[in-house]
């Protein structure tokens, strides 16, 4: 899934992407979705390094996502394509599932100055029996609240954050 080539990033240099990307107070999401933008053209996390730059960085992780977190092999990045290899698929459940496969990965970009992921393979959701492979994920702010619109084939899902 990484490519031989790409820079493979310390904890050092995770850590100073962590705290560009959450300059400003920005939200969890949005900084999360700003350090995948800034990752640098032909670079490499792996899961071992990610998790010391969490711990170094203080960022605490809530609790339903941590299987998703721990489970991180690599997280690659080729021009603007992200690959995010797990060792095994996690399942999060909270109001909806989200399934995230073994092998995951999407485009970054901004749209409106915005960060979107766009071109999104290995995650969906599902509630009941209705399921939806997700496609885009775009964020949006409007006085000052931010908001995530998830597409799927089907319909798009806005939630605002906090």
């Keep these: 899934m990484g490519d031989a080539a790409a ?3 310390t904890v050092g240099q995770v850590v100073d992407l962590v705290h560009r990307a959450k300059a400003g107070g920005a939200n969890p999401v949005v900084a999360g979705m700003q350090i ?13 390094t990610l998790l010391l730059t969490l711990a170094t960085s203080n960022i605490k992780i809530d609790p339903l996502f941590l299987p ?3 489970a991180i092999q690599i997280i690659s990045k080729s021009g603007n394509h992200v690959s995010v290899s797990l060792n095994q698929p996690i399942e999060v459940q909270h109001k909806i599932r989200v ?3 073994q092998e995951m990965s999407f485009d970054v970009g901004n749209e409106g100055g915005n960060p979107a992921l766009n071109n999104v393979k290995g995650l969906s959701g599902h509630k009941g029996i209705f399921g939806a492979a997700v496609k885009a994920i775009q964020l949006t702010q409007n006085q000052g609240l931010w908001s995530v619109a998830v597409k799927t084939a089907l319909k798009t899902f806005n939630f605002v954050l906090n």
């Design 7 to 9: 820079v493979s990033l």
């Design 36 to 48: 995948f933008n800034k990752l640098g053209d032909d670079a490499s996390v792996t899961g071992s």
């Design 68 to 70: 998703l977190v721990n």
């Design 99 to 101: 399934d995230f496969a």
